[in-house]
């Protein structure tokens, strides 16, 4: 069994894609330094926060989704190296009950719980925004982040970005040096500073790792954040729900379209969000420093300073039209790939819609589909794809089921016409000859 777990519990928006894209990256790496990074899928991670935090929408996982978080536990368990490093930012909202219950499935373990925190007025809008990408219709302007007493499921708000709060629900039972608040550089610093903070307070001396990774969570613009509002403001069936909303809004609609349209520009906030936002910050860093928890960074990172950009409630309605025909028009390019008929040579037949009988269907379906849900949510794409397409090939076998059935129909009504009604109101013996003949010849 390991010997420690370094629990990553948050806060959204705080890096904490781009520290899990080195983990993911350098996995076997580190590995071989005897660290384990937990979770060989991340959304079995995110099963797992969603069985820890007792979320309604457990209910909604299959029997083997539903041991997502048993199946970490053993793996922690088993693993012999040195440590183990698991990060999920929404276990940021897990209450004190429900931390304390999943930290005693790992009894024998040094746990460390690590914390990422951002400057609160910078992370106030980025929380808007994400709530944006699954179907928020209220405006930033008029936005409240949820607060300590929300509950578990508050996953985007000062219950889940405050370090003070976190860190009092899951290190209630350990001591300061095991806790670990890692600040976001400002401005200017080392593109790669994060990582190293993070590195330190997870003891990840592994020379050699991969830092230069991607990641797909970037920003909207005031006027592409507007514009995706008004959007949510008209969606309804059959795009709700966390998983069409993350498909549909934030991968294709957020991150594929607008965010490459838009120029740099930053989120403003208002007046009164950014004076929550400052005592907030205040609050935090005074408890923080009577703690003595580990920090790397500097805790006056994450004071509050006012964001110099838009609300997107100031962006004008010309601008909006000009983003909305850029978006539209893209949307019709995406939609043209994704149905456009290609030939086995890579090409393409202009003009030529995919529903010409010389594809099977089952076939035009999953190429096409795959074609457009290109970078969005691949598991849960692949896995609708391949019911798609075992569906259909049920319905092809009835088509074809039911196409033997009408010739067989066919074949008896030739057999009326052709036979009996010639015979009719002859002697019976004619008509058994004639059946007799018919059946010789044709069967």
């Not at 890096?15 to 330094?33: F, M």
């Not at 970490?72 to 693993?79: N, R, S």
């Not at 708000?157 to 976190?166: K, L, Y």
Request: hydrophobic share 40%; with cysteine; glycine share 6%.
């Amino acid at each position: 069994m390991t010997e420690r777990l370094y629990l990553h519990v948050g806060a959204p928006k705080s890096g904490t894609t781009y520290l899990q894209s080195v983990l993911r990256a350098n996995r076997e790496r580190l590995a071989d330094a005897g660290v384990l990074v937990v979770g060989d899928r991340h959304v079995e991670v995110v099963h797992a926060g969603l069985i820890i935090r007792e979320d309604p929408r457990v209910a909604n996982l299959s029997p083997d989704e539903a041991r997502s978080w048993q199946r970490l536990v053993d793996a922690i368990k088993a693993w012999q190296g040195r440590s183990a490093i698991l990060s999920y930012e929404l276990l940021a909202g897990a209450s004190a009950e429900q931390a304390r219950a999943a930290l005693a499935q790992l009894p024998g373990i040094e746990i460390h719980i690590v914390f990422t925190a951002r400057d609160f007025a910078r992370a106030l809008p980025s929380a808007w925004q994400e709530r944006l990408k699954f179907g928020l219709a209220r405006p930033l302007e008029k936005w409240v982040p949820k607060g300590e007493d929300d509950g578990p499921r508050a996953e985007w708000g000062w219950r889940t970005m405050d370090p003070s709060g976190v860190t009092e629900r899951w290190a209630a039972d350990l001591p300061p040096a095991q806790v670990h608040i890692v600040t976001v550089p400002r401005s200017g610093a080392a593109p790669d500073e994060l990582w190293q903070r993070f590195a330190r307070a997870c003891d990840l001396d592994v020379p050699g790792l991969d830092l230069a990774v991607t990641t797909a969570n970037e920003s909207l613009t005031p006027a592409s954040a507007e514009l995706l509002r008004r959007v949510n403001r008209r969606l309804g069936p059959p795009i709700t729900g966390n998983r069409e909303h993350a498909r549909w809004i934030r991968d294709l609609l957020a991150h594929q379209v607008l965010v490459p349209l838009g120029k740099k520009e930053g989120l403003g906030m208002t007046d009164e969000q950014f004076e929550q936002a400052v005592a907030r910050s205040d609050a935090a860093i005074e408890q923080l420093r009577t703690r003595g928890y580990d920090v790397q960074g500097d805790l006056e990172e994450i004071r509050a300073t006012r964001p110099t950009g838009r609300t997107p409630g100031e962006v004008g309605d010309a601008e909006l039209v000009r983003l909305a025909a850029q978006a539209i028009a893209d949307l019709l390019v995406r939609l043209r790939a994704a149905t456009i008929d290609r030939t086995t040579d890579g090409g393409s037949r202009r003009g030529t819609v995919a529903t010409e009988p010389d594809e099977p269907l089952r076939e035009r379906v999953k190429s096409g589909a795959r074609r457009a849900a290109e970078n969005t949510a691949a598991t849960y794409v692949n896995k609708r794809m391949d019911k798609m397409a075992e569906r259909i090939a049920e319905l092809e076998a009835e088509v074809q089921r039911g196409r033997v059935l009408q010739r067989r129909v066919a074949e008896l009504d030739d057999l009326v016409c052709e036979l009996l009604v010639p015979t009719a109101g002859q002697s019976d013996d004619i008509l058994v000859k004639a059946i007799k003949k018919y059946r010789k010849d044709s069967l």
